[in-house]
């Protein structure tokens, strides 16, 4: 095998597939990425950690066919330390590599390619879906940070995509809060797939922030899925297990509801949560009586009061909450306004949009002592 290639190009190819190496493994070959040149000049990148597994394919300019497997690290070290320009990547005999670019010349120890795992055995019965690249990372940003981090929970440390008729649903859920975020698409059937929530949030940030329309496509079979975009392929182990049946969560009846604004409310739990240290639930009070909130809290080193000027239907209300869990939802809604809607303060909140249903994000109250 030998090629040559830009080192910009291979550098970015590296920091992709590099997100699938794992240094917590017994098994050598898996702290490697396995290089593929084809007669074509296409190179593919692997790697995994039997988990995620991630395929990266670009163009160089092919002397010789082959393959290898490079240790990761080191190699990704010594690509980021050439300098710009042309990189000459040969294999030699005995796993042999040789490096050059400009003045450096370098020889490290590759490992041979038939050791290293097949990463694309899928089922023979799959499906499709297909997002906008923008509504899967906007949908993956707005749901999973309420995921359980708790590895024991099973499929609540994931994130839920529910296929129906006319939505694609994601869902997230710890026990404490739940994050519902519905996209208008049309589905030929109706299907259920639960990703982890560090998986998922991996796929979004090789994506990146995308405001493109550009096709993300899922390939997705009954232990695992392929997600596809942008000459990337990555290989995902679905959780397997029935999710928590969301929608009988959600409360229907909640005769109090406030409008706010969301910058407001934001910036006022944010600077709230600095005094917000009674026991470990981060304690926040709010308390809204005819067109005021009052947002306050206390420890042992002072106090805090916010107030804003709101819009309410129903009774005057009372309520704790942990702040973080309000911020999490509250940071990644773009409305300029937010609905928050309150049966007592003994049940949770539910903060929504003034129109339409994009979004409902579910909080538990905390007890607060009178």
């Known amino acids: 095998?030998?090629?040559?290639?830009?080192?910009?190009?291979?550098?970015?190819?590296?920091?992709?597939?590099?997100?699938?190496?794992?240094?917590?493994?017994?098994?050598?070959?898996?702290?490697?990425?396995?290089?593929?040149?084809?007669?074509?000049?296409?190179?593919?990148?692997?790697?995994?950690?039997?988990?995620?597994?991630?395929?990266?394919?670009?163009?160089?300019?092919?002397?010789q066919a082959g393959s290898i497997v490079v240790v990761s690290k080191l190699f990704n070290?010594?690509?980021?330390?050439?300098?710009?320009?042309?990189?000459?990547?040969?294999?030699?005999?005995?796993?042999?590599?040789?490096?050059?670019?400009?003045?450096?010349?370098?020889?490290?120890?590759?490992?041979?390619?038939?050791?290293?795992?097949?990463?694309?055995?899928?089922?023979?019965?799959?499906?499709?879906?297909?997002?906008y690249k923008n509504d899967f990372t906007d949908m993956i940003k707005k749901t999973s940070f309420a995921a359980s981090i708790d590895e024991s929970k099973g499929v609540i440390t994931g994130v839920l995509t529910e296929l129906e008729a006319e939505n694609i649903n994601m869902v997230a859920l710890d026990g404490f809060r739940m994050s519902v975020v519905h996209k208008n698409i049309k589905n030929a059937e109706e299907r259920k797939i639960i990703i982890n929530s560090k998986i998922i949030n991996e796929i979004r940030n090789i994506i990146g922030d995308s405001n493109t329309e550009e096709a993300v496509n899922m390939q997705v079979g009954k232990k695992k899925a392929i997600v596809e975009f942008d000459n990337t392929m990555i290989v995902i182990r679905l959780l397997e297990g029935d999710f928590i049946k969301y929608k009988d969560i959600i409360p229907e009846n909640n005769p109090i509801k406030v409008i706010v604004n969301r910058s407001e409310f934001l910036e006022s739990i944010e600077r709230a949560s600095l005094l917000a240290k009674e026991g470990k639930n981060n304690l926040i009070k709010i308390s809204v009586q005819n067109n005021l909130m009052k947002i306050t809290s206390r420890s042992e080193e002072g106090n805090v009061k916010e107030e804003i000027t709101v819009e309410k239907e129903g009774e005057?209300?009372?309520?704790?909450?942990?702040?973080?869990?309000?911020?999490?939802?509250?940071?990644?809604?773009?409305?300029?306004?937010?609905?928050?809607?309150?049966?007592?303060?003994?049940?949770?909140?539910?903060?929504?949009?003034?129109?339409?249903?994009?979004?409902?994000?579910?909080?538990?109250?905390?007890?607060?002592?009178?």
């Not at 970015?12 to 084809?38: C, F």
């Not at 290293?116 to 879906?129: G, H, R």
């Not at 003994?346 to 409902?360: A, D, K, M, V």
Request: charged fraction near 25%; charge should be negative.
């Open 1 to 63: 095998m030998k090629f040559i290639c830009s080192r910009q190009i291979l550098t970015k190819a590296l920091n992709t597939v590099s997100k699938a190496v794992t240094s917590r493994t017994t098994i050598p070959i898996l702290k490697g990425i396995l290089l593929d040149l084809n007669e074509e000049g296409i190179l593919t990148l692997s790697a995994s950690d039997m988990e995620i597994s991630i395929e990266k394919r670009i163009k160089v300019e092919a002397c």
């Open 77 to 131: 070290d010594i690509i980021r330390k050439l300098p710009e320009g042309a990189i000459t990547i040969e294999r030699k005999e005995d796993n042999k590599i040789f490096i050059k670019s400009a003045g450096s010349e370098f020889n490290i120890i590759g490992i041979a390619s038939e050791e290293f795992p097949k990463i694309l055995d899928m089922e023979d019965e799959t499906y499709s879906i297909s997002f």
């Open 316 to 370: 005057n209300i009372e309520i704790g909450f942990n702040s973080r869990y309000l911020i999490d939802a509250v940071k990644v809604i773009d409305d300029e306004s937010i609905s928050l809607a309150f049966n007592t303060s003994t049940s949770p909140c539910l903060i929504t949009p003034l129109e339409g249903n994009e979004y409902e994000y579910l909080i538990l109250p905390v007890r607060i002592s009178r």
